[in-house]
């Protein structure tokens, strides 16, 4: 989606001033609502970037402007465009492909799911959303944006995705209320098979097709109102719905039998049934109803690797952080073995350090963005928790079990062992 509605200027690429103040005052909704979903969708990449100015464009222009354009660029400085990494591109293909079979499937009574698990920072509910929000466009516009369900005389709101957060300490009730909040349906003192019945409707009534319920790592099978949860979420499936649910290390959850990463299969697989300590056979209800996809980091152990995480840098080169030419323009300098070396290859750091560089180079006026001036942004621990390129980090373990305490051997000073032989009888 491109900014083609704003007016600009020739010269700069700015929206007009009044456009930018709007922009900067604006309110921006919570995503797990309608309104703020929709504020989301309709907004998402509206923020282009402002053309690059020299030094001696930038002076040129009247004092104003110049301050119009100092504040653009900041705004969009700090709001980098997502760009579709391999790792995001292959999670997009897997929800495209389960949208595209779900929504066509007739008479099916459960529709399979997809989890995206990841690391913090990965950017898994940015991928997620961006996807998803692009399926709504094209639902939207091939049913005139009109519910192809819709009872006549109704005005229930058409909403083909709905997007919620897993409650922290969650409930099956909790769970129901989160989803009927997304809609602003009532749930005050309904019983939990109300609360059910009410979500279901819900979801009839507004045309959902796709439900994101985000963080569910939340959820810990040690308990049994976790448990219930999840009992719930695959009784959802079965309300003609994709669900999508994204959140760290899902295969260390107990959500999916402690799943290990097969490193030549690049997949995740399952133990053993008998190897499980989950209760019963439900387990296979969820493992195989939902297809785990892991959101990696860039990597620098091959050709192809290397190279993606170049065209990373490459789309953020028309960042105007600085109005001359910079270090972050010479690709073959030393700036991509620095930038992977101080994130690791994690978006959401890269991502943070750029935009406070930015930032910084604009507010000391040295507006150049080299190592110097980034070695002064600190964005967390430089000693993270995976070494740049270590085979063993390709894919991080599940955490260790703690290990079994010894148990201590019975005191026996005071045993009695019979009457004790003289040895010098004899």
């Not at 979500?199 to 219930?228: F, Y």
């Amino acid at each position: 989606m491109t900014d083609t509605t704003v007016p600009r200027d020739l010269l700069t690429g700015l929206p007009s001033r009044r456009t930018i103040a709007e922009l900067i005052l604006s309110d921006t909704p919570s995503r797990d609502t309608f309104a703020g979903w929709q504020h989301f969708r309709a907004t998402r990449g509206l923020l282009v970037p402002a053309q690059r100015l020299s030094v001696l464009q930038w002076r040129t222009l009247p004092p104003r402007r110049r301050d119009d354009y100092d504040t653009y660029r900041q705004m969009t400085n700090v709001n980098l465009p997502l760009q579709q990494t391999p790792m995001a591109q292959k999670v997009s293909r897997l929800i495209d492909r389960r949208l595209s079979a779900n929504t066509r499937k007739k008479g099916d009574p459960t529709l399979a799911g997809v989890m995206v698990s990841g690391w913090g920072q990965h950017g898994k509910t940015a991928t997620v959303c961006r996807g998803v929000a692009a399926f709504e466009d094209r639902w939207l516009q091939l049913h005139s944006s009109v519910n192809p369900a819709s009872v006549p005389g109704t005005v229930d709101l058409h909403s083909p995705v709905a997007y919620v957060q897993t409650p922290v300490t969650a409930t099956p009730k909790s769970t129901c209320v989160t989803i009927l909040n997304f809609f602003q349906a009532p749930s005050r003192g309904l019983t939990l098979p109300q609360l059910v019945r009410q979500v279901a409707e819900s979801l009839r009534d507004h045309g959902v097709e796709v439900l994101i319920i985000d963080d569910i790592n939340r959820l810990r099978m040690h308990r049994a109102d976790d448990q219930d949860v999840l009992d719930l979420i695959r009784a959802f499936m079965g309300l003609d719905v994709t669900l999508i649910l994204t959140g760290v290390n899902i295969p260390g959850t107990d959500l999916l039998r402690e799943a290990r990463w097969h490193s030549k299969q690049r997949s995740w697989v399952m133990p053993p049934l008998e190897s499980t300590r989950v209760h019963g056979l439900e387990v296979t209800q969820t493992e195989r109803r939902f297809e785990l996809v892991e959101l990696d980091r860039f990597r620098t152990t091959s050709p192809a690797g290397i190279q993606a995480f170049a065209n990373h840098l490459q789309g953020h080169r028309g960042t105007p952080a600085a109005a001359e030419r910079t270090h972050w323009d010479a690709p073959e300098g030393t700036m991509p073995e620095y930038l992977m070396r101080r994130t690791n290859g994690v978006v959401g750091l890269l991502g943070r350090l750029i935009e406070d560089g930015c930032l910084e180079a604009m507010a000391s006026g040295k507006e150049l963005l080299d190592e110097v001036l980034l070695d002064e942004i600190v964005i967390g621990r430089d000693d993270l928790t995976h070494p740049p390129d270590s085979e063993d980090s390709k894919v991080a373990a599940p955490p260790a079990k703690p290990a079994k305490r010894r148990s201590r051997g019975r005191n026996t000073v005071f045993d009695d062992h019979g009457p004790r032989r003289d040895r010098a009888a004899g």
